[in-house]
Nanobody, 115 residues
Framework: QVQLVESGGGLVQTGGSLRLSCAASGSIFSSNVMGWYRQAPGKERELVAS??????TNYADSVKGRFTISRDTKNTLYLQMNSLKPEDTAVYYC??????????WGEGTLVTVSS
């Protein structure tokens, strides 16, 4: 079983920064893809960034150059968010997919960017 616990969300002004963390426990291997998704009010959940291992990363076009995803050897996942915009306001979810294609989700952390 896999458990994911996010932290680090909050209220920040436009142009500010936040760092999200996701503590993962259970059967997670470096080959498993981990990622951050977000869901804004009235919108579908979307991929923000993903990482395989510690260096193979993928970003949504809307966050390229502003957000950085990383992962340490204990499978703690991070999302450094800089130059935040009001449109980044959403609940951010941590995700990991195991080798059987099963997805696990955290409960989410709210990020609010004020204009």
């Amino acid at each position: 079983q896999v458990q994911l616990v996010e932290s680090g969300g909050g209220l920040v002004q436009t142009g500010g920064s936040l760092r999200l963390s996701c503590a993962a426990s259970g059967s997670i291997f470096s080959s498993n893809v981990m990622g951050w998704y977000r869901q804004a009010p009235g919108k579908e959940r979307e991929l923000v960034a993903s990482i395989r291992g510690t260096s193979r990363t993928n970003y949504a076009d809307s966050v390229k150059g502003r957000f950085t995803i990383s992962r340490d050897t204990k499978n703690t996942l991070y999302l450094q968010m800089n130059s935040l915009k009001p449109e980044d306001t959403a609940v951010y979810y941590c995700n990991v997919q195991n080798c059987y294609g099963v997805n696990y989700w955290g409960e989410g952390t709210l990020v609010t960017v004020s204009s």
